[in-house]
């Protein structure tokens, strides 16, 4: 079957897009998805549904004050989103302004230094070059004068609030400009009450891009290309995936970032390859997994990647039945909403 993106598109009424978290990060719902089966749960009650010698897998990323208000020499506003920070000196970026920049001109960021815009980035007109001005270091800059950037379907400028729940409890590595959202239902406490009971933790690192959110620009899936990441997998984790696999343990990916690194280093026995890479693996139905079990997940935007993704993974049907439950039962959408545990389609495997 030929998709298009149109066949992953839903109706969401715009009240159901959550604009601030749920009260405490356990207190949002799950949905557990198996097949056409729907059932209505809380997160709190995500160990009852995991045993022990299940791995989890967490994506440590953590997201960087990566929007910048500023003007260009002409006086006109811009706006910079940091896509990925290079080194000290050299960053990519997207940049919303009336006129796009050209090659060679200068920006005065949050009143405070200035970058010059050096020119596209490959064959990707959405991205540009940066190069500070007169040194410095993009990494304290942006932790000094840049501002959280929380996505665009959240209606509020970034709040103190908003410093601590959107980024994850655990954490650790700064690169992203969007959070690993499903990560964010996770506190402490349920990550010590699940290793008592025996769950397995392990972590890798993949830094969102602020390319998540750009629609697709294409009618059919098939020609639509991804946007890259970097990943990192950990010796442990690649350690602990195998000793999972080998004792018949589940690998239950924690959000879609977790999944596309897993996966883009999986191998055909269902380990993982240590080390770093870039990855612009394109998930959708058809896909065979080779790693990945269950999947924590959150609600996606209508003709989106992802919204692929979890049609491939628990099947193409069985995710439109469960969004319109999901939408029937007023569950709340996106970043700041609520959780889905899917548990494989019989032939994503």
């Not at 208000?69 to 080194?87: P, Q």
């Amino acid at each position: 079957m030929s998709l298009t993106v149109d066949d992953f598109d839903f109706p969401l009424p715009p009240e159901l897009i959550a604009q601030h978290p749920a009260a405490e990060r356990t207190g949002s719902r799950l949905l557990h998805v198996n097949g056409m089966t729907h059932v209505d749960r809380r997160f709190a009650d995500l160990p009852a549904l995991l045993k022990a010698g299940d791995l989890l897998v967490f994506n440590d990323t953590r997201v960087i004050k990566a929007r910048f208000f500023g003007v260009k020499d002409s006086g006109g506003r811009v706006e910079i989103m940091l896509e990925r920070i290079l080194d000290a000196t050299h960053a990519i970026c997207q940049v919303r302004a009336s006129k796009a920049p050209k090659p060679g001109s200068r920006m005065i960021l949050a009143d405070a230094f200035s970058v010059t815009m050096t020119g596209r980035t490959g064959a990707d007109d959405d991205f540009f070059a940066l190069e500070l001005d007169d040194g410095g270091d993009f990494w304290e800059l942006a932790e000094q004068y840049g501002k959280l950037p929380l996505p665009p379907y959240i209606e509020h400028p970034a709040e103190g609030a908003d410093e601590t729940r959107y980024q994850t409890v655990y954490a650790r590595e700064p690169g992203a400009v969007a959070a690993p959202t499903a990560g964010l239902h996770f506190d402490e406490g349920m990550l010590d009450a699940l290793r008592v009971q025996g769950v397995q933790t392990a972590f890798l690192t993949l830094h969102v891009g602020a390319g998540t959110y750009r629609p697709m620009r294409v009618d059919k899936i098939a020609d639509h290309r991804m946007h890259s990441e970097r990943f990192e997998i950990p010796a442990a984790t690649a350690e602990a995936v195998a000793a999972t696999r080998a004792a018949g343990g589940r690998v239950i990916a924690v959000g879609t970032t977790s999944l596309r690194a897993l996966e883009s280093a999986g191998k055909e026995d269902g380990t993982v390859r240590v080390g770093g890479a870039e990855t612009d693996i394109f998930i959708t139905p058809g896909y065979r997994f080779k790693v990945v079990d269950r999947l924590i997940t959150n609600f996606h935007l209508p003709k989106s990647t992802l919204m692929m993704l979890v049609s491939a993974f628990a099947g193409y049907d069985a995710i439109r039945a469960a969004y319109a439950h999901a939408v029937a039962e007023r569950y709340r959408f996106f970043s700041y909403g609520d959780a889905m545990l899917l548990e494989p389609a019989a032939d994503a495997g």
